[in-house]
């Protein structure tokens, strides 16, 4: 158990439609990260939260990508109107500061 | 910028046999940290191991073992005796120093395949 749950696991959506997927770190690490996984590569990283504050963004993060983490805890990362290269699969992963990270079992996105 | 290469993309192996996942890393940090993370069929990120810069004694855990040589930049992992159950896409991965965030730059990673 990594302490991060992650809802939905799966979403089909057609394109142009948003969006959301939830992340609930069970323990209150200050970090909160989201990356991003290609079918055949490497996980990518999109952005960062330490405590509730936003603190990086990858430019892999478009305009349509946004992220929250209000009050410290859960978060939110939505994509509106999407596209078929959006398909991937979306890690949450927490941690503290200088420790390792653990990843959420990821949530598959799938736009056709 | 930090880069993570593994050059092997697969390896297939038979059981019982031994086999070393090779990882590369590129950094300009002083400190930084090197990660493995196993990802099995299932799709979860499974963390193996953390080696900090500073350390570079190897490590065994069991059936596994890492060798960290800083005058190579290399970070390669070996299992020994494998099985089945290894059979997943093991990932390298580096971060930098504590300021850093701690956010980490993966590998393309190394599928290994054990047969029986």
């Known amino acids: 158990d990594t302490g991060v749950s992650q809802n939905p696991r799966h979403k089909i959506t057609k394109r142009g439609q948003n969006v959301t997927f939830r992340c609930d770190p069970i323990?209150?690490?200050?970090?909160l990260y989201w990356y991003r996984q290609t079918l055949g590569q490497g996980p990518e990283f999109l952005t960062y939260f330490q405590n509730e504050a936003q603190l990086e963004k990858s430019r892999l993060l478009s305009d349509r990508f946004s992220a929250e983490r209000p009050k410290g805890s859960f978060s939110t990362l939505e994509i509106q109107r999407t596209e078929q290269g959006d398909s991937a699969m979306y890690l949450c992963?927490?941690?503290?500061?200088?420790?390792?990270?653990?990843f959420g079992e990821g949530s598959w996105l799938t736009v056709v | 910028a930090q880069k993570v290469t593994q050059a092997q993309t697969e390896i297939s192996v038979v059981e019982k046999e031994d086999v070393t996942l090779d990882c590369v890393y590129e950094t300009r940090d002083t400190t930084y940290y090197l990660f493995w993370y196993k990802q099995p069929p299932s799709g979860e990120l499974v963390f193996l191991i953390r080696r900090n810069s500073f350390d570079e004694q190897n490590e065994i855990s069991g059936r596994y073992s890492w060798n960290f040589q800083k005058s190579t930049s290399s970070f390669n992992f070996t299992i020994t005796a494998s099985q089945v159950v290894d059979s997943a896409v093991y990932f390298c991965a580096l971060s930098g120093g504590y300021n850093a965030g701690n956010m980490l730059t993966f590998g393309g990673g190394t599928r290994l395949m054990v047969k029986p």
């Open positions: 992963a927490h941690g503290r500061s200088g420790n390792t990270i653990y």
């Open positions: 323990s209150e690490h200050n970090r």
